[in-house]
């Protein structure tokens, strides 16, 4: 049972994955519908019942288990601080960036910071008890290489996903209906692709389809970033397909790679690390993607205009292909 539960762990991520993409295909339309009828402030209220009803599912459905405390395990309440800090420290210093200079001495600080409070963060991890983070689970090669290419991946997408409303909305005056509309268009995408890809990943192993993916990915942001007011809404949302194809590719074979590797006793550990990569890379490529976002529209004479929205937007759609391109080079590394 034990064997065949492992030969299909990437199909059942898959449709663990196709769970999460659906989501996010509905998301898009129902936040533009619902600022649209309503105000903004409804994107944010319609998450109070449902988390409600996800909360109450989670009582219902999910086996109970001890409690750390009945396991003698106490929070990591250093470790948190310390990680908390330095990307807090991060994302401050790279979001003020074009306010400050990025010369100025308030951001160097703000790095330098950042930077002694994760190698604290790290030293606190490697003598803690209760480690939030199991740093030991680096120590194999499949493991840290299913997490880079994992932070890398969302670095990317989630850059994309914060810019192009910014080009949609502003640029090209979608309205923020239309604008989810098109955005539906990569987790459908996604979704359909998962579980081929993790069915796949179970019988010739995850090293080629997450690799393909990440290049996919690249290679759709890439041609992103040649954008303009003239770019068709049907060649934008076709892209999108493009690289919600190769999410899809990525996300289940990246996903079981990195469970496999991890020892049975420990894989809800190294599925919380995972998540930890995904959060990472989520909050960092919004970050940089705003950063440079921002600091171009800052120096630009006609900041206000559809064109230099559209030069923004296309130069963080670039950097974010360069985050693919880096992924694809982690998931190919000898594992």
């Known amino acids: 049972m034990c064997r065949r539960s492992a030969r299909q762990r990437g199909q059942a991520l898959g449709f663990q994955v196709t769970a999460v993409y659906i989501g996010l295909a509905i998301g898009p339309p129902l936040g533009g519908w ?3 009828v309503f105000s903004w402030h409804a994107v944010f209220l319609v998450n109070v019942p449902l988390g409600g009803f996800a909360l109450l599912l989670a009582v219902l459905v999910i086996p109970h288990d001890r409690s750390a405390t009945e396991r003698g395990e106490a929070f990591d309440f250093p470790g948190a601080a310390t990680f908390a800090l330095g990307l807090v420290l991060l994302i401050v210093g790279l979001n003020q960036a074009h306010l400050w200079g990025w010369t100025s001495a308030l951001l160097a600080a ?7 409070a994760l190698i604290a963060f790290v030293r606190i991890e490697l003598r803690a008890r209760s480690p939030m983070l199991e740093l ?3 120590a194999s090669r499949v493991f840290s290489a299913s997490a880079v290419s994992a932070t890398l991946n969302y670095m990317a997408v989630f850059a994309m996903t914060f810019l192009l409303p910014f080009y949609l909305i502003q640029a090209r005056g979608l309205s923020p209906a239309s604008a989810g509309l098109v955005l539906t268009a990569q987790p459908l995408v996604m979704a359909l692709t ?5 069915a796949l990943s179970d019988r010739i192993g995850a090293r080629i389809p997450s690799t393909v993916g990440m290049l ?3 290679l759709g942001l890439a041609l992103l970033s040649r954008l303009s007011l003239d770019t068709s809404l049907a060649t934008i949302a076709a892209t999108l397909l493009l690289i919600g194809l190769g999410v899809g590719l990525f996300t289940s074979p990246n996903m079981s790679a990195a469970m496999g590797a991890a020892p049975r006793r420990q894989r809800g550990i190294a599925s919380g690390v995972m998540a930890t990569a995904r959060n990472l890379g989520m909050v960092l490529g919004i970050g940089v993607a705003g950063a440079i976002f921002t600091t171009l529209l800052a120096q630009s004479p006609d900041a206000s205009t ?3 929205v559209v030069r923004a937007a296309n130069a963080g759609l670039l950097v974010a292909a360069g985050f693919a391109a880096l992924g694809a080079i982690t998931s190919a590394a000898p594992r």
Not at 110 to 116: E, I, M, R, Y
């Open 110 to 116: 703000c790095v330098v910071c950042a930077a002694l």
């Open 216 to 218: 996919v990915i690249a």
């Open 136 to 138: 030991h689970l680096f």
């Open 306 to 308: 559809a064109d230099a």
């Open 194 to 198: 998962a579980p081929f890809s993790g």
């Open 34 to 36: 619902l600022t649209a």
